[in-house]
């Protein structure tokens, strides 16, 4: 038996580590999947030099990516509170598993968002995809919690005189991914910004935010920055260990995780200052 706290993460499978949270205990769960396309940690590609990508990633057969998620949604939905809700990121091509999963246990949808980025990989016989879709659903429609000028007001502006508040609330979203140039990395991550754009729409300093698959514990690290409390898993140990190290040091780059060297002391308060989006 373990003892889930609050404002701690977890080293294990986020399938067997859920099973100790309690019913109805979390107010929003945002989480990214590994998307079953054989993923590997290392891969380099145009923009991205791999050698200071952390290895490790657990990827999940295709085959059995229904039945893994069926397992991992089963106890999001029953860890959720009736308040809450659930972000879930995935790529396209087995977003059918997600979204079938999404109904077979009952979870509502409240948006499908598209989370279009500045660039993806370069194709040669197909379209680039630069996007990726992130479905908000939630228990119960009518309690669900949502705070539509938390960003910007009724009258908000921009220089052309369209609404920022409706350009806001518009369910394509144009964020730029986060580039970390000679910092320790795990090799996928999301944007900061994203994060915290769904934390201010749906949740209270307070309230607690929990992501099965922490990579390299964004959303944790996010929500902390926010006065949220955190609960979050990961499977591969060295995820973990970097995640955890960022959190108890408040330190949102590394530039050297193995020798444990700090690449600054500055505190959460000077998150945003440090993040490298545009
Ligand atoms: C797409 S990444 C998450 C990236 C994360 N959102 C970030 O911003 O860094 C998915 C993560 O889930 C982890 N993972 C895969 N299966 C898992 C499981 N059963 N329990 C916990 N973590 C798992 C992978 O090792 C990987 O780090």
Redesign the pocket.
Known sequence: MIKIEIDNIYN??????MKFIPDSFVDLI??????AID?KAKKENYNRKSERVIE?????PKQLYYD?TIQ?MSQAFRVLKETGSMFV?SGWNNLKDILNAIDALGFITVNHIIWKYQFGVVTKRKFVTSHYHCLYVCKNEKKRKFFPYARFTPDAKDNDGTSLHYKDKEDVWFIKREYWAGSVK??????AEL?TKILLYTSEKGDIVL?????????ALVAKSLERHYIG????KE?YEF?AKRLNENNYKIKDFKNFEEDNSKSMINLFKLLDVG
């Open positions: 294990l499978d986020c399938i067997e580590g945002i989480t990214d999947p590994p998307f993923f490790g990633y657990n990827e999940i893994f991992w990121f795990t090799p996928t991550k999301l944007p994060i992501d099965p698959f922490l990579g390299s514990g964004q959303v898993f990961e499977i591969v995820y995640a």
